[in-house]
């Protein structure tokens, strides 16, 4: 099969209710009806989600690898956007 | 035949239907068209074996004569078989497979339903609502595929009409009950296959229509499984299905 017939799918799995889908791999498929049947059988073989979302590769648009520097570097020494300076109650304990 | 040699036997002729088209899924194994429907097949493939396994053993049991499930899936000759022709047919490629387990599934989901809501058996009861949901997957797995090679490519297309001319004339048998499994019925251990009939005529019609597949006429409708007699294939598929068994008596891994 041609890959132009089955594109690329992102597989997106929610291991249990509450928790949020996580992406987990990829597989080829010609519709969005198959490419969820394939996840199934390619990515829950072992209980892992009780939901599978799947979304056209070429549908998710992507940050340049290129960019990576200006995009991230700037947040590194900005360690007071982290909330970790605030004094936690006891009576509040683990947060 | 007893009563209990009687409902074995019914129950047999599931286990080797379901133990049959699973060993044909599990050829697929490295020889699959994408890595996906790989996974798929061997998944299905052993879904049905997990039914056998479980109707074997249940069956042995009931026979009382000590024979373990192994006993019934490897070491029986061919004839001592019941599985219906259809689900021995080769796998040729993968619009036969396909096919085969649309008819297959279109029957045996709605079957196992109606076991785990009528059967007089509890063990039946239990082993049917799991094998419901398996089967539903199956049903549901094969019909898009049906789908998209009926109304797809030239190709799928002529491959798909291909397979339906060969094997259509197979699934009359499906219908059909032995004496053992009238007695079955009679007793409230299985249902009446006759009663599936109507939701798989539906199932067939509404996936053909979207596939663009034309119902075939059956001129001269196959059967003999239930008696034991096989076509030829189902001798290459019993040596290589009962081979280790054979060669190695007992081995276990």
């Not at chain 2, 024979?67 to 070491?75: C, I, K, P, T, V």
């Not at chain 2, 009679?186 to 249902?191: R, V």
Request: glycine residues 6%; aromatic residues 8%.
């Amino acid at each position: 099969m041609t890959t132009e017939l089955t594109p690329l799918w992102e597989v997106f799995i929610r291991p249990r209710n509450g928790l949020h889908h996580r992406h987990v791999g990829s597989l080829h498929a010609a519709d969005s009806a198959l490419a969820l049947q394939s996840a199934r059988d390619v990515y829950t073989r072992r209980g892992e989600g009780n939901s599978i979302w799947v979304v056209r590769s070429s549908d998710i648009a992507a940050s340049d690898p290129s960019f990576a520097e200006p995009n991230f570097e700037p947040a590194d020494d900005k360690i007071y956007r982290h909330p970790s300076f605030y004094e936690i109650p006891d009576e509040v304990g683990h947060m | 035949m007893s009563a209990e040699a009687t409902a074995v036997r019914a129950i047999v002729e599931i286990a080797d239907d379901c133990l049959i088209l699973g060993h044909r899924l599990s050829e697929w194994c490295g020889h699959a068209p994408i890595l996906e429907e790989e996974l798929a097949l061997a998944n299905m493939g052993l879904d049905l074996l997990g039914q056998a396994r479980a109707l074997y053993a249940y069956a042995g049991e009931l026979e009382g004569k000590g024979r373990s499930e192994d006993d019934l899936a490897f070491l029986r000759r061919e004839r001592e078989y019941r599985n219906c022709l259809l689900v021995e047919r080769e796998n040729r490629d993968f619009a036969h497979t396909m096919l085969r387990q649309l008819y297959f599934a279109a029957f045996m989901q709605p079957m196992w339903q109606a076991i785990a809501a009528s059967s007089s058996d509890e063990t039946l009861r239990g082993i049917a609502a799991k094998a419901n949901k398996e089967m539903a997957y199956h049903l549901r797995h094969s019909g898009e595929w049906v789908i998209r090679m009926g109304d797809g490519t030239t190709e799928s297309a002529a491959r798909m009409a291909d397979a339906v001319t060969e094997l259509h004339r197979y699934t009359g048998e499906l219908f059909m009950a032995s004496a053992a499994r009238a007695q079955a019925i009679t007793d409230g251990l299985l249902p009446d296959p006759e009663t599936i009939r109507a939701t798989w005529d539906d199932t067939i019609a509404t996936v053909f229509h979207a596939a663009k597949l034309v119902l075939p006429e059956v001129r001269v409708p196959q059967k003999g499984g239930r008696d034991g007699i096989h076509g030829e294939d189902m001798g290459h598929l019993l040596a290589e299905l009962q081979f280790m068994q054979r060669a190695y008596p007992g081995q276990t891994w």
